[in-house]
């Protein structure tokens, strides 16, 4: 399952049945690549082993982990539980190329479905230098009963809201830079704000920019990390949980700018990614 732009393979889809059971195994997308073939995800890092490039991992579904590692507790912290689930792959219809629909059962640690998960991927050309990933996916809850998603700020560690699509980045010789709209600068200013777009520019393995949007009228809270690992992604439990009943579909959509190079224009390279239709 590779997303390809005119002949070059710009990300290849990886089912995960290999990943071990504490790491929440699921399907990933890595390397993703610039047209120029710089590679700008990072896939087990020594850092946070559970980073699988870009996907969909959430740390709270009712109890259950999809995305791996430690599970923050209110009254033990950080520990790591028997609570890992596991998305597993059940179809992949592709389109000739440029994306197509991937089908996923999310399981608990017993074996039973809480969500199925329809994951639509999108690869088009922006320009000679700069295409656009876009990841739509529709959560539906197939558990019998009603869940709820959350994160380890829900649970008690302030600013830990992440979970829902993510995007993990390679580490460089320096951290890197963190801009949003409005001259917005750094991690402080996006962490937990919900700018319309918020972008890496970065150098590990050569320079490149990636700037992420919410499409669809969702504006999410972003989660953005520079300093400790390069990662951003739209937090579906920031601060509070978030309910999922019974039979319920939870929709999000995110659409990534993948450019070559160190974007000068990022208000210009913005506009037109939410141009696209």
Do not use: K
């Not at 409005?182 to 919900?194: I, K, P, W």
């Not at 039979?247 to 037109?272: E, I, P, Q, Y």
């Amino acid at each position: 399952m590779n997303l390809v732009i005119d002949g070059t393979v710009v990300a290849v889809g990886v089912d995960g049945t290999d990943i071990e059971p504490r790491l929440s195994p699921r399907p990933y997308l890595h390397p993703v690549r610039t047209l120029g073939g710089t590679t700008v995800t990072e896939v087990l890092p020594a850092d946070h082993r559970h980073h699988l490039g870009v996907g969909v991992a959430v740390p709270d579904v009712s109890g259950v982990s999809f995305w791996g590692g430690r599970t923050f507790t209110p009254d033990r912290g950080s520990v790591l539980l028997d609570n890992h689930g596991r998305q597993r792959r059940l179809s992949w219809r592709g389109d000739g190329g440029g994306g197509g629909v991937e089908e996923l059962s999310w399981t608990g640690p017993d074996g039973g479905e809480l969500v199925r998960e329809e994951r639509r991927l999108r690869a088009r050309p922006l320009d000679g230098a700069v295409w656009v990933l876009d990841l739509d996916t529709a959560l539906r809850n197939t558990s019998g009963r009603d869940l709820d998603i959350g994160s380890p700020a829900t649970n008690g560690r302030p600013g830990a809201g992440y979970g829902g699509l993510f995007w993990r980045a390679p580490i460089g010789p320096v951290a890197p830079r963190v801009h949003g709209p409005g001259g917005l600068e750094g991690e402080a200013a996006l962490h937990g704000s919900r700018a319309a777009w918020s972008a890496l520019v970065g150098d590990a393995g050569g320079p490149w920019t990636l700037l992420f949007h919410q499409p669809g009228g969702h504006t999410d809270p972003w989660f953005v990390r520079a300093g400790e690992y390069p990662g951003v992604g739209p937090a579906l439990a920031w601060d509070v949980r978030l309910p999922v009943p019974v039979g319920a579909v939870l929709r999000r959509r995110l659409r990534v700018a993948v450019c070559d190079g160190h974007v000068g224009d990022l208000a210009g390279l913005a506009a037109a990614v939410v141009a696209l239709p």
